[in-house]
């Protein structure tokens, strides 16, 4: 049987729920909600029943760009972060492309990624952030990213 998932924009009324998933989910809300109350992005969330389990930021640029997506781990490879690329993919439709920044050793993102038609252009940037791990402990990492774009085909 298959389960079905909602893909929702994120909003103040459901934004408690993706927040208790877990520190890092709850540390990226209020930037996500700020974003998209200013109309610099627009986050999409994947529910099963009212359980988020993936998330996705599609930014408002001349060429918008996903951020910060991620499935629950115990959700992966069951479609779900194919659909919320899909919904990206939907509302940055007027745009004709769309683009991503992978990194370069996450081969399981990049293969879904090229799947979905995405090609990389062979252009990299390395950044180091600060973040919230799942055990609510303060990281600092660095990442070297590669800038993969789509183009995107007529509304349907």
Not at 18 to 32: I, K, M
Not at 38 to 66: H, N
Not at 94 to 103: C, S, W
Request: net charge negative; glycine share 10%.
């Amino acid at each position: 049987m298959k389960t079905y998932v909602a893909i929702c924009p994120l909003s103040e009324s459901n934004s408690a729920a993706v927040a208790a998933v877990g520190p890092s989910w709850a540390q990226v809300v209020p930037s996500l909600l700020a974003n998209a109350s200013s109309g610099r992005s627009t986050a999409f969330v994947a529910f099963i029943d009212d359980d988020p389990v993936g998330i996705v930021e599609l930014t408002v640029e001349a060429v918008p760009e996903l951020r910060n997506a991620g499935v629950l781990p115990e959700h992966r490879g069951r479609g779900i972060g194919t659909q919320l690329v899909q919904a990206a993919e939907e509302r940055a439709q007027d745009q004709g492309v769309i683009g991503l920044r992978v990194g370069i050793d996450n081969q399981g993102a990049r293969r879904l990624y090229e799947k979905l038609g995405y090609e990389a252009t062979g252009e990299t940037s390395t950044t180091t952030y600060d973040y919230v791990s799942d055990g609510g402990e303060w990281l600092t990492a660095t990442e070297t990213d590669a800038w993969m774009i789509k183009v995107l085909g007529p509304a349907r």
